[in-house]
């Protein structure tokens, strides 16, 4: 497992621009690149108020994880790739490297073979942005002494709000 | 580890909660979630059997402080504590930044927590990383059920390493001990993460310098040769 790279603007950039070239072809509906623990690392597309992409992000990492773990009990490394069907949805997962996967979500204005066919151009786009984005180093930010107060309280039970 | 976004201004954190069968990290996190406004918390997605016991995970994603005009996102997990789910552990294991380790409180359960909490420290290992590296605070749960064993105890099985963690008493079905838990876990990682940034900024500052101090050197040198010439 390699070190999550920092996503700089202009990494975070080039991710948008594939994702926004991969759904422009494909005419997929949303697409996410996520870190396998669940994290996002980038998203675009037209998501439904009603969709929540964090949620998706973590559920999908954790279905990747498991045919992962699938695959080896039937001898293979890994499954590359992964289609689930709904009635009107269909999300297809492809591995982009050890640590990322792409998540595309598409309905009947496309099909499962353009899906496919635009995501591997899309991968290894995706695939060579993070390798680079690895290759550069960490930009700190500087998060002052905010945090570093002990009396500070990160969430408030008392009336369900934040600070 | 967390995942920095430059661009929508975020730092992420996974925090998972670990433990044993029944120790109550889903409750935890259902608590959590009835006390957090809802512009500030996602849905908790529970991923369980038929009888409620957890199958993969439980999910809640958190938005939490605004430092420096960057959001911090925490997202909650548990993992199922039944021994037999060992691999799905591993599997929410990964790239966590942060640990609470609910333990039960009840005298009978005191092997299992002992287990549980062995059972973490191999996982962290498979994936190359330690209880050292990891954050973590332990949470002594059940402290309403009758005769639950003395906190000393507790403290002296579950937090006898080097350096002690902070640990809390927590009754999380009435919410007691919840939130200074999550408080203390969240706390750590900004902290933690606070740190590593201020090192990473000493260090550019360093190589900085050293780039200056070379291209210095190298006017020197230019000049002196101008001068022979």
Not at chain 1, 129 to 150: C, F, K, M, W, Y
Not at chain 2, 104 to 111: A, G, H, I, L
Not at chain 2, 193 to 215: D, I, L, M, V, W
């Amino acid at each position: 497992m390699h070190a999550m790279p920092i996503l700089t603007i202009e990494a975070a950039e080039s991710l948008l621009g594939v994702l926004e070239d991969f759904l422009d072809s494909s005419e997929a509906s949303f697409a996410l690149i996520i870190e396998r623990g669940g994290a996002i690392l980038g998203q675009h597309g037209e998501i439904p108020p009603s969709i929540d992409p964090t949620t998706v992000a973590a559920l999908a990492a954790g279905s990747f994880a498991a045919t992962k773990e699938l695959a080896h009990r039937i001898g293979e490394s890994e499954f590359s790739a992964l289609h689930q069907q709904g009635k009107e949805r269909q999300i297809f997962m492809s591995a982009v490297n050890e640590d990322t996967i792409l998540v595309t979500v598409f309905g009947a204005r496309t099909t499962l073979g353009l899906v496919r066919f635009y995501s591997v151009r899309a991968v290894k786009r995706i695939a060579s942005i993070l390798e680079h984005a690895r290759q550069q180093s960490q930009i700190p930010i500087d998060l002052g002494d905010t945090v570093l107060d002990n009396a500070c309280e990160v969430f408030d039970e008392r009336d369900g709000r934040r600070r | 580890m967390s995942i920095i976004n430059y661009v929508n201004k975020e730092i992420q954190f996974k925090i998972v909660y670990y433990g044993p069968a029944l120790c109550g990290k889903t409750t935890n996190l259902t608590y959590i979630h009835s006390q957090v406004a809802e512009a500030h918390k996602g849905e908790l997605v529970s991923l369980a059997t038929a009888a409620d016991r957890t199958l993969f995970f439980d999910f809640l994603p958190l938005n939490a402080v605004v430092v420096k005009g960057f959001k911090t996102k925490f997202q909650l997990y548990t993992v199922p504590g039944q021994v037999i789910y060992n691999a799905t552990r591993q599997l929410v294991l990964r790239s966590v930044d942060g640990i609470v380790f609910v333990a039960d409180s009840q005298w009978d359960k005191m092997e299992e927590n002992i287990e549980s909490f062995k059972n973490l420290e191999e996982n962290l290992q498979r994936q190359g990383s330690s209880m050292e590296q990891v954050p973590y605070v332990l949470q002594y749960n059940k402290r309403d059920l009758p005769n639950p064993a003395p906190v000393h105890y507790l403290d002296f099985i579950l937090n006898n390493r080097k350096v002690r963690v902070p640990s809390f008493v927590a009754v999380a079905t009435t919410g007691q001990g919840v939130f200074a838990t999550l408080n203390a876990i969240s706390r750590l990682l900004l902290q933690k993460f606070a740190r590593e940034n201020e090192a990473a900024a000493a260090k550019q500052q360093a190589r900085t310098a050293a780039g200056s101090q070379a291209t210095t050197a190298l006017s020197g040198i230019a000049a002196a040769a101008a001068r022979r010439g």
